[in-house]
């Protein structure tokens, strides 16, 4: 983790944000490595992080010790919001990065009062979360109403970076509501079928308006 003074630049993302007339002295820019860890459940958690760039996956921990990944976050929302609101201290949910990922830190001890009198921040912030409600609604009835194929076709669609699917085949089977095995097989008939092939540790897309297809009538799609 690298820790970088502000610029201008990230006063106008705290704008689009509603955050207006802060002093900006405590708030910093900070840039996580690919795999490295944001947030860990259940542990202390002292900056509100906007995120200016990058992926990230964001998971939760089940009773039965299993992880369940609950989505990914690219180049716009909040981490640390749900805490903000209700004023715990302790992360929610585990946070990793895919790709680099970017933020600026707002620490609570010095911001907290401050953003929560800004009414256009409080706006804001209440209408991420509507969002992140919806998306995860959305994920259920994706889950529970259409097949696994389809289900998978538009997880592929999503996650493909650069034309190629390079997510690990866990998460994918996590975040798709299937078993992994079952998910290997999937992926298999794809292959067959000619809409993707084995690229080293991932998979190419060959056709993509194929796997649109099959996509069509997931929500979000």
Known sequence: MQREPLNAAHAQRLARCGIAGIDPGGARLVRFSP????LNEGMPIEELLIIVSGRAKVSAAAANGRDL????????GILGDVELLTGARTA?????AVTEFV?????????????LSQLPFVRHVARGLAEK??????ANANNALH????RLAAYILRSAAGGAFWEPLTDAARATGM???HLVRLLGALREEGLIKKAGRGYRIIDADALRMLARDIAGE
């Open 147 to 150: 097949a696994g194929k389809e």
């Open 103 to 115: 933020c600026i830190a707002l620490p609570y001890a010095a911001y907290a009062e401050t953003l």
């Open 133 to 138: 409600l919806l998306d995860s609604s959305r």
């Open 92 to 96: 929610c949910t585990t946070v990793r």
């Open 179 to 181: 078993s992994y095995r």
């Open 35 to 38: 795999g490295e860890t944001l």
């Open 69 to 76: 990944l609950l989505c990914y976050y690219v180049s716009e």
